[in-house]
């Protein structure tokens, strides 16, 4: 680089480049933060769906599944499991792992109970609705 | 080696390269399972064996990264480490905590864990890469202040130079970002754009400037360019990264329920990411060209260039793949994303810590360079690892775009086990290449047992 470009302009851009830009990360943070309630519908969170979260976490589901696009890429996409399956097949599912099909992926058996199922399904229907602009493209997922 | 306090960076190194094995050992386990899905279940569960690796991955790469602050801060500074022995006793306690959290991982269900660990009282565990129990998470940040209190100490009693300055601002914010890991709230969406400030502004972030920062220390020695020059690179690449990488978070708001304008602020600014990785590119070839030294330690010269071209590549090139908008509505969540995560942590930081690592290394054992034998086989590594990770990064490519084709483009979609079926040859393939990548591992660590005539350490 030229000697006219000196190393106090360039930390100054580094400086002040990042500033501005953390701060335009802040404004737009702000704004979204606005938006958000019309599009994740949050009046919707019941106590049961904060238990759902909970039961989902608990078992570390993102360690096989993606969840609106988000996790391991081992098992099905489950944002929208609820309107391709409907919740009484995702409880009997979990209820019947593993199917011990000899070379298959297996899923562990977690032993929830129907109060643990019925708040992950509560869950997993409301994370259904998120406004997630159309993602994902059809409903395989 | 010019100061006795540098010696303490050596436990952190030997840790980060005995972690950086269990690593890699786990994630054959994991490609094997891709394969046979019930390989080691029920006694190693995929979400398990997952947790181990990427967990694994973030303590040896923060093991690195410390060992390196502390190898370098007392030449940058030309003071001694504030406190030798609170970074040794620093040492042991990550190391108990990390291994700790490994063993509770294997032999404890997961949701019994968090029972054990008061997640209940503070829910903090089971969001991705995010894993630890709310005890290791405090221990971090225990860890983490102490650390920076010891370097920042060094840094105020001495010299301060750029270098200095950039790696200490990178690993404060290390420290900062992580605090989002301790905000978990129930609405998913709030949860999520949070989570994204702890991963995303560390590794395309702040890491970046621990990553600019190491890069610029090692080819100031192996160089001898002139420090002025080297810095002002450094300080461009490091704005350059800041500039486009902040906003660049957008390219994760796509699709989890924000505002659709981040479609535009995420695909623009996270185009340009690639600009400041191609700089480094550039900067690292352009040094070693106007070399005014030859230095005797060949290998870490190669491990410096080799970080350049890989984090472009890596993290440039196929970051770049998938991050517009309307390309990204087709891959995300896919294995084009697991490709690109190979490929750009391995370009990037496993890349920068081994390059450290191999300067520091053969000083701290008294010696400019290793023997000419054991740098072949350090060399040898280098390729088998780097060439090894380029396949595993095409072969997951490959099996990403043959899933977005059949399950999410196709006007008759897959179902994603159906899908999975079909992809089974580039699985068994990116296997076979995990494997080498082992060898090179095991080359690697034997070239730290080869013996052979060294210069003494000017």
Known sequence: MSQTFTKSMARNIFFGGSAFFFLLLVALTFDTMQVLPKRDHRENITPAVERGKMVWEKNDCIGCHTLLGEGAYFAPELGNVYKRRGGEFVKSWIKSMPTKVPGRRQMPQFNLTDQELDDMVAFLKWTGEINTSKWPPNIEG | ?458
């Open chain 2, 1 to 458: 080696m010019q100061y006795q306090s540098q010696k303490v960076a050596m436990p952190y190194f030997i840790a980060a390269i005995g972690l950086f094995t269990g690593q890699i050992l786990f994630g054959l386990i994991m490609g094997l399972q891709y394969v046979m899905g019930d390989f080691l279940f029920p006694a190693i569960p995929f979400n398990v064996a997952r947790m181990v690796h990427t967990n694994l991955l973030i303590v040896w790469l923060l093991f690195g990264f410390m060992g390196a602050a502390y190898y370098m801060i007392p030449e940058e500074t030309e003071s001694e480490l504030f406190s030798p022995k609170l970074a040794l006793l620093m040492f042991w306690i990550f190391l108990v905590a990390g291994a700790l959290t490994i063993v509770g991982y294997l032999l404890v269900p997961y949701a019994g864990l968090a029972q054990m660990t008061f997640n209940d009282l503070w829910p903090t565990m089971g969001r991705e890469f995010l894993e630890q129990p709310l005890p290791t998470k405090l221990g971090i940040v225990v860890v983490a202040l102490a650390f920076l209190f010891n370097i920042s100490m060094t840094i105020l009693k001495g010299r301060k130079t750029s270098i200095a300055l950039v790696l200490l601002m990178g690993l404060w914010g290390l420290a900062v970002f992580f605090l989002f890991s301790f905000y978990n709230p129930s609405n998913l969406v709030l949860d999520k754009y949070f989570w994204w400030w702890t991963v995303h502004l560390w590794v395309e972030g702040v890491w970046e400037l621990i990553l600019g920062s190491l890069l610029a220390f090692v080819l100031i020695k192996v160089t001898g360019v002139d420090r002025e020059i080297i810095e002002k690179w450094l300080y461009i690449i490091v704005a350059m990264t800041l500039i486009t990488g902040i906003i660049g978070t957008g390219h994760h708001y796509y699709w989890i329920g924000t505002p659709e304008y981040w479609q535009w602020f995420g695909s623009v600014f996270s185009a340009l990411e690639p600009i400041p990785f191609f700089m480094m590119t550039v900067f690292a070839f352009n040094m070693v060209n106007r070399r005014r030294r030859e230095h005797p330690n060949k290998a870490a010269t190669l491990w410096a260039l080799g970080t350049g071209v890989m984090a472009f590549l890596g993290a440039g090139v196929w970051g770049f793949l998938h991050t517009l908008a309307p390309v990204n509505f087709y891959t995300h969540g896919t294995q084009i994303t697991a490709a690109h995560g190979h490929m750009a942590f391995y370009g990037a930081y496993v890349m920068v810590v081994l390059t450290i690592i191999s300067y520091a290394m053969p000083m701290m054992r008294g010696r400019a360079a290793n023997s000419e034998k054991a740098q072949v086989m350090e060399m040898w590594a280098f390729w088998l690892m780097t060439v090894s990770i380029v396949f595993i990064t095409l072969f997951l490519t490959a099996a990403g775009i043959l899933q977005v084709w059949l399950q999410r483009v196709s006007e008759t979609p897959l179902g994603f086990m159906a899908t999975q079926d079909q992809v089974t040859l580039f699985y068994w393939l990116r296997e076979i290449s995990g494997v080498i990548f082992l060898i090179g591992l095991i080359v690697y660590i034997a070239s730290f047992f080869v013996e052979g005539e060294t210069k003494e350490a000017a």
